[in-house]
């Protein structure tokens, strides 16, 4: 059984930069793809960015690209998500999220049937 716990959410204005991280049990992302999604207010839960098991492959949504970084951590078993020039439309619940057996962008395109998730952090960005 893996288990997520996400940190780092928090308020920002628009343009500031926050990073999320999220810890995992054991060796995790050396062997499972790693990803974060989000869930605004009254919207459907939707994909932000994935790094590949192998640390090879990311993915983004278009809609972070280029103001987002995943990465991670293996000797801490953490996975990253960097993010800067933060808009209101980022205002979401952030969910970590582990899959065994795809690449970032097949993550990237799952709608249901991820391994294991973590329970959330809140991003809030004013204008």
């Known amino acids: 059984q893996v288990q997520l716990v996400e940190s780092g959410g928090g308020s920002v204005q628009a343009g500031g930069s926050l990073t999320l991280s999220c810890a995992a049990s054991g060796r995790t992302f050396s062997t499972y793809t790693g990803g974060w999604f989000r869930q605004a207010p009254g919207k459907e839960r939707e994909f932000v960015a994935a790094?590949?098991?192998?640390?090879?492959?990311?993915y983004y949504a278009d809609s972070v690209k280029g103001r987002v970084t995943i990465t991670r951590n293996l000797a801490k078993n953490t996975l990253f998500l960097l993010m800067s020039k933060l808009k209101p439309e980022d205002t979401a619940v952030y969910y970590c999220?582990?899959?065994?057996?795809?690449?970032?962008?097949?993550?990237?395109?799952?709608?249901?049937?991820?391994?294991?998730w973590g329970k959330g952090t809140l991003v809030t960005v004013s204008s």
């Open positions: 790094l590949s098991w192998s640390g090879e492959d990311t």
């Open positions: 999220a582990a899959h065994r057996g795809a690449t970032a962008q097949a993550m990237g395109l799952m709608k249901d049937g991820i391994d294991y």
